[in-house]
């Protein structure tokens, strides 16, 4: 099977995961930033997470370098049509980046200066290339709350014009849903969807909790309802969309090799699983990759893959318009 030309969505991707080395060297010679190494090969190195880290905090490490180029808006629009391209380059027909605006103030940004920056990339990329995308704002939960409402009401000017959804991601602690019901509270009332990192360390009741403090629609990543029935079975009752990033999942040992991954399992008990990528860079990844990896390890079909392909089409936060588009692609 020819991965390259299957087409392809994408609902889960960091932006600050999905950086080109070669970017992060140029911006922060124009930024004069001072980076560890001119060398592409050192770079780059230093963005690409173990195969196997010894923890979500591990992974998460790789993240300081590019954030440190970020920091300006076109730094950070550069970026953002950057990752959209490289996507449409294997055939993603849409696409879902998601980020935190709180991490990009170091240099006096406004929140609107950065989520116009982002949105403005994608939007030069959608003119471009056979691509169409969208932007989840990601607050981060270990960070002080005092400017989540502020992230809200930014993003708010750019609800269905290149922003569509409000998430919660970083280090995963359990119980962690009950701090936040004001603040996604906030987010559906000014007309955001929603989507929660949850269950990706072990953590089921995590997901469950997600699902009915947060009024989660789709949950990041989500593998651990497979040790808590009261999340799986609402999963699959309600329809909530599980948005599974294979080599991610193995490298911050949240599975400890693929074949162990719960997604066929998933998808042979019709619960609603899409493939992504999670973070490009840091993962060394992109979605051909890991199409190729799934299909192979678990033995899928085409046809299964365009009913995941489907099932990604359903669970996307996109307009119905796009949605049509979209499944004009499917087999």
Known sequence: MNYSSLPKIDLHCHLDGSVRPQTIIDLANQQNIS?????????RSLMIAPETC???EEYLMRFDLPLSVMQTQAGIERISFELFEDAAKE???YFEVRFGPQLHQLQGLSFDQIIGSVVKGMQRAEAMYDIKGNYILSILRTFPKDNIRDVIDAG???LNKGVVAFDLAGAELPGFCSEFIPYVDYAIEKGYRITIHAGEQGVGQNVFDAVTMLKAERVGHGIHISGHQGAYDLVK????GLE???SSNIQTKAVDKL???????FYEDALPITINTDNRTVSNTTMTDEIRKVMEEFNLSREDYFNIYKISVEQAFASDEVKQHLMSFAD
């Open 156 to 158: 708010a000017a750019y």
């Open 54 to 56: 010894q923890n979500l």
């Open 35 to 43: 980076i560890p190494s001119q060398d592409i090969n050192e770079i």
């Open 244 to 246: 599974t990033c294979p």
């Open 91 to 93: 055939n993603v027909k």
């Open 237 to 240: 009752q309600q329809n909530i």
């Open 259 to 265: 074949s162990e991954h719960p997604l066929k399992a």
